[in-house]
């Protein structure tokens, strides 16, 4: 079945460190998407990405980095400059119809992101 | 500006009986407004759209949604409710001016107490 895999499902990081979370879609979708989920205030964007070699900040991409060198992988990597990190981290994908904006995303089960 | 209100944080309902969970929008142009349901550590599933057309929108496990243009309102509603429809519910809005954005409500906290 065609889906969104992310990975791993649970992470932890200490002090200092980076850590990178996968994604990786086969449902041939052109756009990708990084949220933040923390209790009582939604979702809020991190990235997104609309082609392969190309992406834009969200609201709140300070201490996150991105790439996009495949169509079907958007990792996310969560910096040191990060510094409440902890949150449960959610990768989508959409695509375009003619319209362009009638397409529901369709999301990955998420990442929950600790510090020890 | 671009934005969702859901202005209920918890909804308590018996099962059988019918619910409404509430979402209002602010779009300039127009509005391309969805719901998505969350299950404990999971991600979000799609329930339904309104794009444009009829103002009563069917979408799946029996749930449907009112555009209510005047209010600016798109509220989820089921008949019948089953103690499986607990679950974290979110409105989400498109931008018209970047069709790669999407505005998430804060969501709704739906309780069925059988």
């Known amino acids: 079945d065609g889906g969104i895999t992310q990975s791993p499902k649970y992470l932890f990081r200490k002090e200092g460190q980076n850590v990178t979370l996968s994604c990786e879609q086969n449902?041939?979708?052109?756009?990708m998407y990084w949220y933040r989920q923390d209790p009582g205030q939604g979702l809020r964007l991190i990235y997104y990405?609309?082609?392969?070699?190309?992406?834009q900040k969200g609201d709140i991409a300070e201490g996150y980095s991105v790439s996009r060198e495949k169509k079907e992988s958007f990792p996310l990597t969560v910096t040191s400059a990060q510094k409440n990190p902890t949150a449960f981290y959610l990768c989508?994908?959409?695509?375009?119809?003619?319209?362009?904006?009638?397409?529901?995303?369709?999301f990955g089960d998420g990442t929950r992101l600790s510090i020890l | 500006a671009q934005s969702v209100a859901q202005p209920e944080d918890q909804v308590n309902v018996a099962e059988g009986n019918p619910l409404t969970v509430k979402c209002t929008y602010s779009?300039?142009?127009?509005?391309?407004l969805f719901w998505y349901v969350q299950y404990p550590n999971r991600g979000l599933q799609f329930l339904l759209k309104?794009?444009?057309?009829?103002?009563l929108v069917k979408g799946s496990y029996g749930f449907e949604a009112e555009f209510n243009k005047s209010q600016t309102s798109f509220h989820l509603k089921k008949p019948s409710a089953l103690v499986s429809d607990s679950a974290l519910y979110f409105c989400?809005?498109?931008?018209?001016?970047?069709?790669?954005?999407?505005?998430f409500g804060s969501g709704t906290k739906l309780n069925v107490k059988p």
């Open positions: 989508a994908s959409s695509s375009r119809s003619q319209t362009g904006q009638d397409q529901p995303q369709h």
């Open positions: 449902l041939n979708h052109d756009a």
């Open positions: 990405s609309q082609i392969v070699n190309d992406f």
């Open positions: 779009v300039s142009g127009n509005p391309y």
């Open positions: 309104y794009i444009t057309g009829d103002n």
């Open positions: 989400a809005v498109r931008a018209s001016y970047n069709f790669n954005k999407f505005y």
